[in-house]
């Protein structure tokens, strides 16, 4: 009996080690769109733009900071603070984004939390509340310095 057991368990480590060897193929199909659809992916990531920022052409976004200029209920109150903010301050970003019941303008792409201090220091004569807020940020533009 003891030797069935035994034979019969190295006919079972010979089997597993012969079929463990053998070697096969792998066959991938898929449809040639895909290829396409990555492409396109790739292409639409070089250039981001934004519910809130529809020229935007950041590449890339980070965690940076913002200044919070304004929040309130009323969308046309929420849009005209926008255009206000913008006429003041051209070159800077300005995001409405509504959070059940309150629209929020926040102002900005800061990478450091002392940048949006200081832009907030700025900002305190012409602006009730203001708060900084940690959020996702578009790339601010680097200016290039001639030498």
Not at 101 to 107: A, G, K, M
């Amino acid at each position: 009996m003891m030797r069935k057991i035994y034979l019969f368990l190295v006919v079972a480590l010979f089997v597993q080690g012969a079929l463990a060897q053998s070697k096969g193929e792998l066959i991938i199909v898929k449809d040639p769109l895909i290829d396409s659809l990555i492409a396109k992916r790739l292409e639409l990531n070089k250039k981001k733009a934004t519910v809130t920022n529809p020229g935007s052409t950041a590449i890339v976004t980070d965690m940076g900071y913002r200044v919070q200029v304004f929040y309130g209920s009323d969308r046309r109150e929420a849009f005209s603070e926008q255009t206000r903010f913008k006429n003041n301050y051209p070159k800077l970003g300005a995001y409405i984004t509504y959070k059940e019941p309150n629209y929020y303008l926040r102002v900005g792409d800061f990478r450091t939390r002392m940048e949006a201090q200081r832009f907030l220091t700025e900002l305190k004569a012409s602006y009730p509340t203001l708060f900084i807020f940690r959020e996702k940020i578009n790339a601010p533009e680097l200016e290039e310095v001639n030498k």
